[in-house]
Each structure stands twice: as C-alpha cells, then as structure tokens.
C-alpha cells in the first residue's frame, strides 16, 4: 500500500499514513480523530548527471 503525508490542521504536525490508491483521502487521522489534509511531496527520483539527453547520447556526425 502507498504511504501518503498529511498534516494536521491545528499544529502543523506531518503524519505518514498508508491506504489503498481507491480510498478517499482521510480528512480526520484514523487514530485520534483530529482534522487532517492530504500534502503534496516530491518523488523520490532525481536523475543526475550525463546520458539522460538526446544529444548525450548520438554521435555528431553522418556516421550510421
């Protein structure tokens, strides 16, 4: 199951919560009933360095 982050609306608090990809977003925490919203968070991939452009990766010239 994805982990999703919310936070809680009345201290700022950051919560990692797991649920299927179908549910509704939780709008209270499941275990102390307190209201929480849903936060957006970077992947985690970055892609660094050469090769990852076309010109990278051809040669310049006519040779084929």
């Known amino acids: ?23 509704e977003p939780y709008t ?13 968070a970077r992947p985690g991939i970055a892609f660094k360095g050469s090769g990852f452009y076309v010109n990278d990766t051809r040669k310049s010239g006519g040779d084929e």
């Open 1 to 23: 199951m994805p982990t999703y982050l919310y936070k809680n609306l009345d201290t700022g608090e950051i919560y990692e919560l797991q649920q299927s990809m179908r549910d």
């Open 28 to 40: 209270a925490h499941p275990d102390t009933g307190v209201p929480v919203k849903r936060v957006l």
